[in-house]
């Protein structure tokens, strides 16, 4: 095939690819992997550039393939720190640096300075190195949310990568192939149309990704407390429909956990609305030790806060709540050198087996904490222990 017209329109796709994730950034700045994806572009588009000025110029041997190559082998290393980034490791231009020497002085030895097939052979290993290193960081994520957004880039990566290394032993294996510097011979049209496809959907990858993880971003957000980090009421529909709908499968315990601060008008009207609102995120992050680790917990009003309580003691629900009441009467909130005691009281209600939806539960852990504030606060009632249903109370 033509190697002019591949090489063009190798830059316009480059050009596509840096104006995207330019674009893209632009459109949202808190995803800067998207401005190294956006210089693997550019890097892209430079290694083109002087490939056609060295179609019409006689070029020095470090400019082309030289330079050209550092450019190329760039690219590749930066869509490798823009994955790093977005997985929240650090990009190490550092490396990029050495890289980029070290394929210069390469070009200066001997072997560089023979036919074409040579540096396909020097180079193939930096590639393949840097193509295996996105695949490999990209496979270790766990995040099943996101998992699904990174499996196209590990997979165009990979198959980059066994093109080029099919293509290297090929080559190795000693076939005499006549390639020379922008011919237009088979593997070197092969070649040139591979990086073609994997300039296309690199871009589309790096894209899906960021919008992928916008998108669980904002999911998040609009399902978390802002003050205290901890889910809300809206994410309780949604999980405790799910939790009320195994308790039904496998018959597990599910309790709901209710508890509000008490008197905490009179903190407010003491001390300020940002000192009510630091006994919020005191009592939650107190809160937080005494109830474990896969406690579902939601903030559902502005001092009331539940947890999903699950497991197969019954009594796992009260000793929860016991432990939480004592800890946060324990750890008073510090202000000004003050120490300001909170308390809340709590309502812990049990899923029956005639519930008909998880609400019913709710309702009674609501009507259990009502009870503790009636009966004095800074305590925890049970449904069906310290207030019984209606109808056995009655006969009682
Ligand atoms: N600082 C702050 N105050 C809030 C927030 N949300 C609700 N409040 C206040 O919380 C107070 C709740 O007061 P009440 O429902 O009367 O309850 P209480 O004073 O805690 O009394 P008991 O619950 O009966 O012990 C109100 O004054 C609300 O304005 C918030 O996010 N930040």
């Given at each position: 095939m033509d190697s002019f017209t591949l090489v063009i329109v190798s830059a316009l796709v480059s050009t596509i690819m840096a104006a995207t994730m330019y674009l893209l950034h632009r459109a949202s700045?808190?995803?800067?992997c998207l401005l190294d994806w956006s210089a693997a572009g550019l890097c892209f588009l430079a290694s083109n550039v002087i490939a056609l000025l060295a179609m019409n110029t006689k070029l020095p041997f470090v400019v082309a393939p030289g330079i050209a190559n550092v450019f190329y082998i760039s690219g590749h290393y930066l869509i490798l720190a823009g994955v790093r980034r977005h997985l929240?490791?650090?990009?190490?231009y550092d490396w990029l640096a050495a890289l980029a020497v070290t394929i210069l002085l390469l070009h200066a030895t001997g072997f560089a300075h023979g036919a074409v097939s040579r540096r396909l052979l020097m180079l193939t290993p930096f590639v393949v190195g840097i193509n295996a290193s996105v695949v490999w960081l990209l496979a270790r994520q766990t995040d099943k949310a996101a998992r699904g957004s990174y499996l196209p880039l590990l997979v165009v990566e990979a198959a980059f990568m066994t093109q080029l290394l099919l293509r290297a032993l090929f080559i190795s294996a000693g076939q005499p192939i006549q390639l020379t510097?922008?011919?237009?011979q088979l593997w070197q049209t092969a070649g040139s149309l591979a990086v073609l496809a994997f300039l296309s959907l690199a871009t589309m990858c790096c894209a899906l990704i960021v919008i992928r993880h916008q998108e669980l971003a904002l999911r998040s957000a609009s399902l978390?407390?802002?003050?205290?980090?901890w889910l809300n009421r809206r994410a309780l529909l949604d999980m405790a429909e799910r939790e009320f709908q195994r308790h039904r499968r496998s018959g597990d315990v599910l309790h709901f956990l209710t508890f509000d601060i008490d008197h905490f008008k009179s903190i407010n009207d003491q001390h300020g609305h940002a000192v009510g609102d630091a006994a919020i995120r005191h009592v939650t992050n107190v809160a937080a030790q005494a109830l474990r680790g896969y406690d579902a917990r939601f903030r559902i009003g502005g001092e009331e806060f539940a947890a999903l309580i699950t497991g197969d003691d019954k009594l796992q629900a009260h000793q929860v709540g016991e432990r939480l009441r004592t800890l946060i009467e324990n750890s008073p909130l510090l202000i000004d050198g003050q120490r300001l005691t909170l308390t809340v009281s709590l309502g812990v209600a049990a899923c029956e087996h005639?519930?008909?939806?998880w609400d019913d539960a709710l309702r009674r852990a609501d009507q259990a904490l009502y009870h503790a504030k009636r009966h004095g606060r800074n305590r925890l009632s049970v449904y069906g222990v310290d207030l019984l249903p209606l109808a056995t109370a009655r006969l009682a």
């Open positions: 700045r808190r995803t800067p929240g490791l650090r990009p190490r510097f922008l011919g237009n978390t407390d802002s003050l205290t980090g005639d519930d008909l939806q």
